[in-house]
């Protein structure tokens, strides 16, 4: 097993789906209650919560984990006879549980055609897959039907200032101009570094390291983003704000010199691990908007 007493505890959730596809009688069987064995899919949520608390009695490598709480839902989709199975499970951890949520929605399936296979032996169970998850490093995942997976977080603060060289101050929405940057902002213009995106998660474990209580806008960044995993991020990568704001990484860090942060704090960001972005297409931005790697 993964050593993983060193990790923090974190909110974590998991969703997974399974299917079963069957003939139309056996669909319409389940849904008006014809199965001789019983209510089907109240038996079927049951095995899927049970099945949640025993995954680590059926894969091997998985720990033990105190589950916060497990849903299971189903949906009739008459059109390809079948019936989907969305499982959601959460907890307060130092691991994720993404495998809880797999093997709940897993034993769900199963369980639909253990009581169905009288009626149909030949129902196909697939489709199983995680669907998203959040907490931990790699932050918040969601792989919608037909896409991959990406990373999706939020705006935790925007932050500008008159010019360059300054500390800057939180504002709640700016605009954002195509090739230029923010407005009002001293680094937008025609060149590279038009927007500065700084992870949430390094300003807070600079702040334990190092005894500072630095906010929005100290490390003299633009976008202050929580949930994303920079680690992940290459220049060329294209980051969605709100509703149509579009940025691309055109620059990872900087060259290091002394600056008004390493005057005021003692230590900076930017130079090792910030962003910095042109903007591909404008729009209006504020805080708490949705950011998703695209």
């Not at 003939?23 to 064995?37: F, M, N, Y």
């Not at 079927?44 to 949640?52: D, K």
């Not at 230029?180 to 334990?208: F, M």
């Amino acid at each position: 097993m993964v050593d993983v007493s060193q990790k923090e505890n974190s909110e974590r959730m998991a969703r997974a789906r399974a299917e079963v596809k069957m003939k139309p009688e056996t669909l319409q069987a389940i849904k008006s209650g014809g199965v001789k064995k019983g209510d089907v899919l109240s038996v079927a949520q049951v095995a899927g919560v049970m099945g949640a608390k025993k995954t680590p009695d059926l894969i091997p490598m998985c720990h033990p984990l105190l589950l916060s709480s497990v849903d299971i839902d189903f949906e009739f989709d008459d059109l390809n006879s079948r019936i989907i199975i969305y499982s959601q499970v959460k907890n307060n951890g130092q691991t994720g549980v993404e495998m809880e949520a797999i093997t709940a929605a897993t034993i769900a399936a199963l369980t639909i055609y253990d009581m169905g296979k009288a009626l149909d032996r030949w129902m196909e169970i697939g489709g199983i897959r995680l669907v998203e998850k959040s907490g931990g490093k790699s932050g918040h995942l969601l792989k919608d039907e037909g896409e991959s997976s990406r990373q999706v977080g939020s705006l935790y603060s925007i932050c500008i200032s008159p010019e360059r060289g300054q500390l800057k101050r939180e504002v709640f929405q700016v605009n954002v101009i195509s090739d230029y940057g923010i407005e009002n902002d001293g680094h937008a213009g025609p060149w590279g570094r038009q927007v500065t995106c700084l992870n949430r998660a390094s300003v807070l474990k600079a702040n334990e390291e190092h005894g500072l209580d630095a906010g929005p806008g100290d490390f003299a960044e633009n976008l202050l983003i929580d949930g994303i995993d920079f680690k992940q991020i290459q220049v060329g990568s294209r980051l969605k704000l709100g509703d149509s704001v579009i940025l691309e990484v055109s620059q990872i860090g900087k060259e290091d010199h002394p600056s008004v942060v390493t005057r005021t704090l003692g230590v900076t960001l930017l130079p090792y691990e910030g962003l910095f972005c042109r903007v591909i297409q404008g729009g209006k931005i504020k805080k708490a908007d949705r950011v998703e790697v695209i």
